[in-house]
């Protein structure tokens, strides 16, 4: 097994891969941890799923469809982030709409668009084994502005995610660091779709952080141990699905979600261990 395993990591789609599943855990450690704090899954999902209706729209304008996810994750994410904060109506009827509209857009797009889309489905489903270098530099730069972001305003952030009254009371403009957040989400989502692709980016963006929230209390040990997690899942998952020819992302969140379950099966003992932590 160790020897095909090296054989494996000769191929330079593999190295990429894993680099790939680097990155990505990076992010999903950071970001998932407030994601999960914040408790606004359904907003990422949100976010998630919008981004469809840039990469329609890339790919009808001739553009790199990274381009186009990149915008839409951000509009979405900032307009989300709004309607969450300001609108008096049902918050979670209204990103949900917004949700379906995003995908609606992308897939019109996609009809109006000549011509056979050939990488459609890895945006969809995740491709991490045809991450191509360009993509890896992205990723790199995204998780440079994530990390930069989050070490600058760090506390804000932290205030906000667990007690926004108290936030405001010490003057920390809750509304901005919100929007701040809900755009970090946006970064994060584009590089996971590479990976794991739209439909599954809440899973992997919000189980290694629920998974560290069982067994620690202080947020950075949650970040490190998610950002651990993600990398062991990631790996896990793409070697798994590389040997047993399936499908790398599905691969990655059934290893992620079977790690998750045990855990909430094991939940008296793991309670016992946060106590010590």
């Given at each position: 097994?160790?020897?095909?395993?090296?054989?494996?990591?000769?191929?330079?789609?593999?190295?990429?891969?894993?680099?790939?599943?680097?990155?990505?855990?990076?992010?999903?450690?950071?970001?998932?941890?407030?994601?999960?704090?914040?408790?606004?899954?359904?907003?990422?999902?949100?976010?998630?799923?919008?981004?469809?209706?840039?990469?329609?729209?890339?790919?009808f304008l001739g553009l790199n469809p990274v381009f186009g996810a990149v915008s839409f994750s951000l509009l979405s994410a900032f307009a989300m982030g709004f309607v969450q904060r300001k609108t008096r109506e049902r918050a979670d009827s209204i990103i949900?709409?917004?949700?379906?509209?995003?995908?609606?857009?992308?897939?019109?797009?996609?009809?109006?668009?000549?011509?056979?889309?050939?990488?459609?489905?890895?945006?969809?489903?995740?491709?991490?084994?045809?991450?191509?270098?360009?993509?890896?530099?992205?990723?790199?730069?995204?998780?440079?502005?994530?990390?930069?972001?989050?070490?600058?305003?760090?506390?804000?952030?932290?205030?906000?995610?667990?007690?926004?009254?108290?936030?405001?009371?010490?003057?920390?403009?809750?509304?901005?660091?919100?929007?701040?957040?809900?755009?970090?989400?946006?970064?994060?989502?584009?590089?996971?779709?590479?990976?794991?692709?739209?439909?599954?980016?809440?899973?992997?963006?919000?189980?290694?952080?629920?998974?560290?929230?069982?067994?620690?209390?202080?947020?950075?040990?949650?970040?490190?141990?998610?950002?651990v997690l993600g990398i062991v899942f990631s790996t896990a998952g793409l070697f798994l699905s590389y040997f047993l020819n399936l499908t790398s992302g599905a691969t990655i969140i059934l290893v992620a979600g079977s790690v998750y379950v045990l855990m909430?099966?094991?939940?008296?003992?793991?309670?016992?261990?946060?106590?010590?932590?």
């Amino acid at each position: 097994m160790f020897q095909a395993i090296l054989e494996a990591l000769q191929y330079q789609f593999m190295q990429n891969a894993l680099l790939a599943g680097l990155l990505v855990s990076i992010a999903c450690g950071i970001i998932g941890t407030f994601v999960v704090v914040k408790r606004i899954v359904f907003i990422s999902g949100g976010v998630a799923h919008a981004a469809y209706g840039g990469i329609g729209l890339a790919y009808f304008l001739g553009l790199n469809p990274v381009f186009g996810a990149v915008s839409f994750s951000l509009l979405s994410a900032f307009a989300m982030g709004f309607v969450q904060r300001k609108t008096r109506e049902r918050a979670d009827s209204i990103i949900g709409v917004m949700w379906a509209i995003g995908m609606a857009v992308g897939i019109l797009f996609l009809d109006l668009t000549p011509g056979y889309k050939a990488d459609l489905m890895s945006y969809l489903f995740g491709s991490i084994l045809a991450v191509p270098a360009s993509d890896l530099i992205v990723m790199l730069v995204m998780n440079l502005v994530i990390v930069v972001l989050v070490y600058l305003f760090f506390k804000e952030l932290l205030a906000v995610s667990f007690d926004e009254q108290f936030a405001t009371v010490e003057n920390v403009p809750v509304d901005w660091i919100y929007m701040l957040l809900m755009g970090l989400i946006g970064f994060s989502v584009v590089m996971l779709m590479r990976v794991v692709g739209l439909i599954m980016v809440i899973a992997l963006l919000t189980i290694p952080a629920s998974i560290s929230a069982m067994l620690f209390k202080d947020i950075k040990k949650i970040m490190v141990a998610a950002t651990v997690l993600g990398i062991v899942f990631s790996t896990a998952g793409l070697f798994l699905s590389y040997f047993l020819n399936l499908t790398s992302g599905a691969t990655i969140i059934l290893v992620a979600g079977s790690v998750y379950v045990l855990m909430m099966i094991g939940q008296p003992l793991v309670k016992k261990m946060r106590v010590r932590n």
